[in-house]
């Protein structure tokens, strides 16, 4: 019987499809189409867990409310997985200017607010990238959404998920600013 945590080390590894690896998942009844899902429960259990543990010391109220914080430090963002679109864009002048719009899209969101935390994956079976967006419902976040050019492309394609995170997610890109080098 594996614990959790072998678990997730045997999930967050890249592991060929034939590996032995895999073969202890399949064991488990957790194929590699779970594994993914998986890892992404883990993840919110995790925070979730991290911030249950907070002591009532720290508690900063005014932080709190200004970062929209309920009771537990929480809040709830909308979670959207790009994926591999329909009509990908081939290399060359169009793709650049395509990907140059995507990106100043995603900081025009950070700028607004809206745009939280935003991070590739690696592509493996089509998953290129994510967004956590602090957006009241899935709607207003496909109405972002729409404005990326790899989403108007066909690039990529977008799913929509209620998250329920840390409320400490809104000062990532601020923070963010502070760690990146100038180029």
């Known amino acids: 019987m594996h614990t959790l945590q072998q678990l997730v080390i045997l999930a967050t590894r890249t592991v060929p499809r034939n590996s032995l690896r895999r073969s202890h998942l399949a064991k488990l009844g957790v194929t590699h189409h779970l594994v993914r899902p998986l890892l992404l429960c883990v993840w919110v259990a ?29 809040k709830k963002y909308v979670f959207v997985l790009l994926k591999t679109g329909p009509t990908p864009v081939p ?71 209620v998250h329920y995170g840390s409320a400490a997610l809104m000062i990532v890109n601020e923070t963010h600013k502070r760690l990146e080098k100038p180029h």
């Open 46 to 74: 995790c925070t979730a867990t991290v911030c249950a543990q907070t002591s009532s010391t720290d508690y900063d109220s005014t932080l709190a409310k200004r970062l929209g914080a309920d009771a537990r430090g929480m």
């Open 91 to 161: 290399k060359g002048p169009e793709r650049d200017e395509m990907f140059k719009g995507h990106f100043a899209n995603m900081n025009r969101l950070a700028e607004a607010g809206v745009l939280v935390h935003a991070g590739p994956f690696d592509g493996v079976e089509g998953w290129r990238g994510a967004f956590i967006l602090n957006v009241p419902d899935i709607e207003t976040a496909k109405t972002h959404v729409a404005t990326d050019p790899v989403i108007i492309n066909g690039e990529m394609i977008a799913e929509y998920h």
